[in-house]
């Protein structure tokens, strides 16, 4: 079981994931409209993955015997300058959530609350890649400038495709 103190912070963290999906939904939108698909297909990708973060703790509070309740999202920032502010964009939010979920994670440690501890170890280490992931790409779109050969490369890059292993699938299917 959950304390309530517990349980109204879990339910808070279900809707900084349903906001990361949305904001991750709005850059993709951005891109598309920019014509970089392998850039909107990544940021869908990233989407998913948060919708699938906020399903996590959902099924947790569920297996608590806890009640979710759902909040109002914010509505994400909805434009962006430049492909290097978006990706700057992205890595803050996901600093955001590895603050929150290391908060999560002190909160869980001061009420002694094991059960939540071994759950919310899943989302440190996610943070970790999720972070690095961000970096990479902002510090490429950095490392490239104006160049815009190599923007059209690295969305080329992004691009999923079947033949490749599937990379982002594979990564979605591990958050299941
Ligand atoms: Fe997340």
């Known amino acids: 079981m959950l304390s309530d103190l517990m349980l109204s ?5 279900i809707t900084q994931e349903k906001f990361a999906s949305a904001t991750y939904c709005q850059m993709a ?8 698909q ?15 973060h906020a399903q996590k703790f959902i099924n947790y509070i569920w297996l608590q015997m806890g009640e979710v309740k759902l909040s109002d999202l914010s509505a994400p920032k909805q434009s962006w300058y430049n492909p290097i502010e978006v990706a700057k964009d992205a890595l803050e939010l996901e600093k955001n959530v590895t603050l929150l979920i290391n908060d999560l994670m002190k909160f869980a440690l ?9 759950m919310l170890l899943w989302f440190i280490d996610e943070q970790v890649k999720s972070e690095f992931e961000a970096n990479e790409l902002l510090q490429k779109l950095i490392m ?4 815009k050969a190599a923007l059209l490369a ?20 591990d958050n299941v």
């Open 29 to 36: 939108s951005w891109f598309a409209a920019q014509n970089l």
């Open 154 to 173: 690295i969305d080329e890059d992004l691009e999923p495709t079947p033949n490749t292993g599937d990379f982002w699938n594979i990564k979605s299917d």
């Open 144 to 147: 490239i400038g104006d160049d």
């Open 110 to 118: 001061s009420e002694s609350d094991f059960a939540t501890q071994s």
């Open 9 to 13: 912070a879990l339910n808070a963290q």
């Open 38 to 52: 392998g850039f909107c297909k990544y940021f869908q990708e990233q989407s998913k993955e948060e919708l699938s």
